[in-house]
């Protein structure tokens, strides 16, 4: 079945980084984009970073461009997102998702990011 594991969560101080990964196995990985998402306290899940199957193509929400770096090691069946120059309304927790053929859904448990000083 496909699981999505996520890590790499933890607390940091405002202007430092983390990296997140997720090790996804059940599926034909290098077959399919991912993405990240993250949700906040009392906000809804937001989209936060794509990446195509190949790694050719990111997309990024646009408060987190130029901070935040979607890449995929297909030989790992990994994908990351490196965070950088991370602010308070950065935290939340981090999921990540794929749509696996038609119409299935998958999300990994979510790792917890905390930036506060």
């Known amino acids: 079945q496909v699981q999505l594991v996520e890590s790499g969560g933890g607390l940091v101080q405002p202007g430092g980084s983390l990296r997140l990964s997720c090790a996804a196995s059940g599926f034909t990985f290098s077959s399919y984009g991912m993405r990240w998402y993250r949700q906040a306290p009392g906000k809804e899940r937001e989209l936060v970073a794509h990446i195509t199957s190949g790694g050719g193509s990111t997309s990024y929400k646009e408060s987190v461009k130029g901070r935040f770096t979607i890449s995929r090691d297909n030989a790992r069946n990994t994908v990351y997102l490196q965070m950088n120059s991370l602010k308070p309304e950065d935290t939340a927790v981090y999921y990540c998702?794929?749509?696996?053929?038609?119409?299935?859904?998958?999300w990994g448990q979510g790792t917890q990011v905390t930036v506060s000083s």
């Open positions: 998702y794929a749509r696996v053929g038609i119409g299935n859904e998958y």
